[in-house]
């Protein structure tokens, strides 16, 4: 896959999830239902020489911490969110270092990224016994990274063979 081709589909991805997050929570209630039908109505379709890349220029992931949402499928159906109230929070500490706080344990290792492209290292972790913990399942998927995009302050991780999309909001420094 060309870099236009992985910027059209993380362009297309976004504006899906961003669509199908508005739909299915607006039209929960019926008197919204025409409303989210107009919006859908104005959305413009970009042509491929408009696509704006969404990370501007180097994006430095350095120094910054995101906390873990939830994973959805490129259907926009949730694969998984965190089940415990113990956040799941994913930090850079600089250019290629990163650790996790999951529901358990905490994990560390190497990220490598270059524009779009994100990949994580081999990760470490403690090894705390904690029964229902999410933490294998969290540690498989970023494991599965290879894309990011960061809009406004969410974090958004695309995983391989369309795995689907992780999702992260940003936390305050």
């Known amino acids: ?8 589909y993380v362009g297309a991805v976004v504006v899906m999830i961003i669509l199908g997050y508005l739909y299915t929570s607006l039209v929960k209630a019926p008197e919204t239902e025409e409303i989210v039908t107009e919006a859908v109505k104005e959305v413009e379709v970009v042509e491929p020489a408009e ?24 259907t926009g159906t949730v694969i ?42 081999q990760l470490a972790s403690t090894k705390m016994f904690c029964e229902d913990s999410q933490e294998m399942e969290y540690g498989a998927q970023l494991q599965a990274v290879h894309e990011h995009a960061i809009l406004n302050n969410m974090l958004l ?4 063979d369309g795995g689907g999309i992780m999702f992260f909001v940003k936390m305050a420094e």
């Open 1 to 8: 896959m060309t870099k236009t081709q992985s910027l059209m």
């Open 51 to 74: 696509v704006v890349h969404p990370i501007p220029g180097k994006n430095d992931l350095a120094s910054t911490s995101w906390r873990w949402l939830r994973t959805e499928s490129a």
């Open 80 to 121: 998984s969110q965190p089940r415990s109230n113990k956040p799941f929070i994913l930090r850079f500490a600089d250019h290629d270092s990163m650790g996790s706080q999951t529901d358990c344990n905490t994990m560390t290792g190497s990220f490598t990224h270059d524009d779009i492209a994100l990949t994580f290292g």
């Open 157 to 160: 991780l695309s995983l391989n």
